[in-house]
């Protein structure tokens, strides 16, 4: 038998909207956006890992002392890059 590996807390749309302190709509759209969700029928569920990358994605964007942006290497999860790297591989559906 495998071992098993602990579940994170699972929080509900609302559960983790009132975390963030957010509104529901913007809990959901953060979620599918970043692909940090689970869906199951029409519930959007969020874990405690999914919550941790919303709001890393979420962090300003440090600026220097002018007040324009400075240009910093942009945080993938390891989830997000094995994501986004089989998006790049898959192959693409011809139009018809």
Known sequence: MPPTIPLDAIYTTDEAAERL???RRTMIK??????SCSVIGREYFFSERDLL????????TPTSSQGRAVKVKGFLSD??????????TQKKRRRQ
């Open 30 to 35: 953060l979620g599918r956006d970043l692909e």
């Open 79 to 88: 989830v997000r890059l094995q994501r986004s790297l089989q998006r790049l």
């Open 21 to 23: 302190r957010v509104s």
């Open 53 to 60: 990358e919303i709001w890393q994605a979420q962090r300003a």
